[in-house]
Nanobody, 126 residues
Framework: QVQLVESGGGLVQDGASLRLSCIAS?????????MGWFRQNPKNEREFVGC????????YYSDAVKGRFSIARDWVKNTFTLQMNNLKPEDTATYYC??????????????????WGQGTQVTVSS
């Protein structure tokens, strides 16, 4: 089973940027797995942020972050990143990297993700 480790969180002000990274213990490129970013807000609600879909190699985002956040994969370093721009206080959450079960479709369903990292905290002050 793959091991996932997130990093890059921190305390920033409204409008700032952060880049989160997820490092996998083994390469997943070439396998039929989705990779996703989810977040758990102060209300303890875990919600979808964005994902990389294995079937067409495209990325998808929630309406809350679309246009501000972007996902990228580095096939050489085996990392999965979440670039967050124009951060807002409502983005405050613990952010988690996750890997889906094989052949899962679509890529935005939290129930399709059995493998998770430990999370990294992002706090945005107003």
């Amino acid at each position: 089973q793959v091991q996932l480790v997130e990093s890059g969180g921190g305390l920033v002000q409204d409008g700032a940027s952060l880049r989160l990274s997820c490092i996998a213990s083994r390469r997943t490129d070439g396998s039929a797995y989705n990779m996703g970013w989810f977040r758990q807000n102060p209300k303890n609600e875990r919600e979808f942020v964005g994902c990389f879909r294995w079937r067409n190699r495209l990325t998808y985002y929630s309406d809350a972050v679309k246009g501000r956040f972007s996902i990228a994969r580095d096939w050489v370093k085996n990392t999965f990143t979440l670039q967050m721009n124009n951060l807002k206080p409502e983005d405050t959450a613990t952010y988690y990297c996750a890997q889906s079960r094989e052949y899962a479709e679509p890529c935005d369903n939290i129930q399709d993700y059995p493998t998770w990292g430990q999370g990294t905290q992002v706090t945005v002050s107003s």
